[in-house]
């Protein structure tokens, strides 16, 4: 089972920044404002407390859980368009799993990706409230990047529901 200690500084950062890359490329695709940036940003805490729930007993989500309180460079997150976010969670998405391919168990790789697809759902479905359909909807820019992270996270048969003018994609 993979620890702290079996990656190196820029490794662990990706695992880290991953979640938070994603609230981003979420956010920049969508904007929702600042009451919705506030319920994705709550979406995103609960969906990770969840994530401890259920996968804290593997030690690589425990080191994860224990690290979430120490600072991340504004590099690391920083985005100015949806563009360049969705650009930065694929690419951070694309270290992190190939330092867990590199010592991760397959456990550990699925919790995390899971952990990660589940912030992100939840994020893109929290920023729906503002509209009146659905709470189980979300947009066409949020799915393409949940799509397109979910691919790089080795997750090709990822579809998010989707809300569209004439109805549901599926």
């Given at each position: ?13 990706a695992l880290r920044v991953m979640p ?79 330092a867990l391919e590199r010592v991760a ?66």
């Amino acid at each position: 089972m993979a620890t702290r200690a079996d990656f190196s500084d820029e490794e662990w950062l990706a695992l880290r920044v991953m979640p938070h890359a994603m609230l981003t490329a979420l956010q920049l695709a969508a904007p929702s404002g600042w009451l919705g940036s506030r319920r994705e940003r709550k979406a995103g805490t609960a969906a990770l407390q969840l994530a401890e729930r259920d996968f804290g007993d593997l030690p690589l989500v425990e080191a994860l859980m224990a690290a979430r309180e120490e600072p991340l460079p504004a590099e690391a997150t920083g985005a100015a368009s949806a563009d360049e976010a969705l650009a930065l969670a694929e690419t951070t998405g694309r270290k992190a799993m190939r330092a867990l391919e590199r010592v991760a168990t397959a456990a550990e790789r699925e919790a995390w990706v899971n952990s990660v697809l589940d912030i992100g759902d939840a994020v893109a479905r929290a920023s729906r409230e503002r509209h009146a359909e659905s709470m189980d909807e979300i947009s066409e820019p949020e799915a393409i990047v949940l799509r397109r992270v979910a691919r790089v996270l080795g997750r090709d048969d990822y579809e998010p529901v989707i809300h569209t003018p004439r109805g549901y994609s599926e």
